[in-house]
């Protein structure tokens, strides 16, 4: 794949996550665990692996543009691999910031399931 200037720009914006299930996304993610000391999707995805079908609850945080949205567009992809649903939304998009209670967060992912 070629540099594509513009879309290597857009990828270097914090606003912009990269979804790595996308080739043209993919071939910008650097792994920086050598650098945080750990690799933490690796460690959340095998909590959730191993879990034997009980819920999990992880706390995943980090100052605006480390790459959040990002790593766990990258567990999203490996969990999906493995044939997992994974429920994924981006709350600034589907949520008020100004004005969010936990009953909306509980919607919002509900919105997300697939209608039966």
């Not at 909590?47 to 999990?56: A, K, N, R, V, W």
């Amino acid at each position: 794949m070629s540099l594509n200037l513009g879309r290597f720009f857009r990828a270097c914006n914090p606003r912009y996550t990269l979804n790595i299930s996308k080739p043209e996304d993919r071939q910008y993610y650097i792994d920086f665990a050598p650098v945080r000391g750990s690799n933490v999707i690796r460690e959340l995805k095998r909590t959730i692996t191993f879990s034997d079908h009980q819920p999990t609850c992880q706390l995943f945080t980090g100052h605006i543009g480390c790459g959040k949205s990002t790593e766990l567009s990258r567990l999203k992809t490996e969990l999906e691999a493995e044939k997992f649903h994974v429920v994924y939304f981006e709350s600034s998009q589907d949520l008020d910031m100004a004005d969010v209670d936990i009953s909306d967060i509980l919607l919002a992912i509900a919105a997300k399931f697939p209608k039966v």
